[in-house]
């Protein structure tokens, strides 16, 4: 088993690559270690206003000022660099607002754009939201109850030829 170890660190300074105990000490002079669940934060918010809910909303670049300004007609203002609202009233063939904002990538291709909602407005469409899902949960009680088969619940799709 020594001979094994032996002779792939020999292959592997051979291949140019560190052996595994160098790397370890490499690993070891490091300051600190961060767990990846301590790294799940994308974006750090710039002078936080509790006065307001942030989110980010992420879509691919090319479509993403569509979405921006879905966000802007429910009330979300656009948050640059600085944590301030960037006001977009409308569209504008000068992208040059995009430079400001506070934005990252999120995978996939994809970029997040930071936004953010008055909490009594975000409030509010969580009420309804919530109403729509209460709604949903007693229906389908109501169904199981009185014995409706989920299919007349639910739907059903059907394919023939």
Not at 17 to 30: A, F, S, V
Not at 91 to 110: E, L, M
Not at 124 to 134: A, F, G, H, N, V
Request: glycine share 6%; charged share 40%; hydrophobic share 30%.
């Amino acid at each position: 088993m020594i001979e094994k170890e032996h002779i792939s660190e020999k292959v592997e300074k051979k291949n140019g690559r560190k052996t595994t105990d160098e790397r370890l000490k490499l690993l070891q002079r490091r300051k600190k270690r961060i767990p990846i669940i301590e790294q799940r934060r994308l974006m750090e918010i710039p002078n936080e206003d509790k006065s307001f809910k942030y989110r980010m909303v992420s879509g691919d670049p090319a479509e993403i000022d569509d979405l921006i300004f879905k966000y802007i007609a429910a009330g979300y203002e656009i948050v640059d660099k600085q944590g301030q609202p960037l006001e977009i009233e409308e569209r504008f063939q000068d992208t040059s607002w995009k430079q400001s904002i506070a934005c990252q990538s999120v995978g996939g291709g994809d970029i997040g754009i930071l936004m953010r909602i008055p909490v009594e407005w975000w409030e509010e469409d969580q009420t309804k939201k919530q109403r729509t899902i209460s709604s949903e949960i007693a229906s389908r009680r109501k169904a199981r109850i009185e014995g409706i088969p989920d299919e007349h619940v639910f739907g059903e799709v059907s394919i023939s030829d």
